[in-house]
């Protein structure tokens, strides 16, 4: 029985202790990908972000805060698992200090230096089987195609999902799914739970079964 992990929601980056950056995931794909894979059978972990939803009962649910926290969960995890679902939407920035007290309004601008995030995703890649397998999800607001599959390959992504915007917090989506040579194997659209199906599937027929034979 294949063994799926999930990432899914999205990552906190504290400024302070109670300020932080993050984005609108809800963990609503995430969630709608889990159940799709547990009615094919499949066994799934879910790695999450802070969300204020209610994952499958039948899913094992490894709660995480931080990006760091994140990667630091799946590359324990990932070896374990025939493959990836990265549904996740991480913070990509964190501040270089985080501030010790909480940081006092003084009525002048506030400067706050950043750096990049460890990318979860592209660290998978870079060290899984040839047995394994990674989806990731893209969700760009130009240049969708093309800057979808410049991720693809910097990730070492069997299939990129991707999408816009408008997915986050909604509980409707619109995906495209594109191979490895760009090419489009399916669009799909609908409430998540559909184009949760939708995915699934194609991930069955192309990454699953070919390993049954």
Same mark, same amino acid.
């Given at each position: ?15 302070? !202790?109670?300020?932080?950056? /993050?984005? +609108? ?11 799709? =894979? #547990? %009615? ?77 995030? !460890?990318?979860?995703?592209? /660290?998978? +890649? ?11 999800? =893209? #969700? %760009? ?73």
């Amino acid at each position: 029985m294949p063994r799926i992990m999930i990432t899914s929601g999205p990552t906190r980056q504290y400024l302070d !202790p109670v300020r932080y950056l /993050t984005n +609108g995931s809800s963990g609503l794909m995430g969630r709608s990908l889990a159940q799709a =894979a #547990l %009615e094919l059978g499949y066994d799934v972990t879910i790695v999450s972000g802070p969300v204020d939803i209610d994952y499958p009962t039948r899913a094992e649910v490894v709660p995480v805060i931080s990006t760091e926290e994140l990667l630091e969960a799946c590359q324990r995890i990932f070896p374990r698992c025939d493959g990836l679902i990265a549904a996740a939407a991480p913070c990509d920035y964190r501040p270089v200090r985080i501030a010790s007290q909480k940081i006092a309004k003084t009525g002048r601008p506030l400067e706050l230096q950043l750096v990049e995030t !460890p990318d979860v995703v592209a /660290t998978l +890649g870079a060290t899984k089987r040839p047995d394994q397998w990674i989806v990731g999800f =893209a #969700l %760009e607001t130009e240049d969708q195609r093309l800057r979808a599959l410049v991720k693809l390959e910097k990730k070492s992504c069997d299939l990129m999902v991707l999408n816009g915007p408008e997915a986050m917090n909604s509980r409707r989506n619109q995906v495209e799914i594109i191979d490895r040579r760009g090419s489009l194997i399916d669009a799909l659209a609908g409430p998540k739970e559909e184009v949760a199906r939708g995915i699934l599937q194609v991930i069955q027929r192309r990454l699953i079964e070919p390993y049954r034979e």
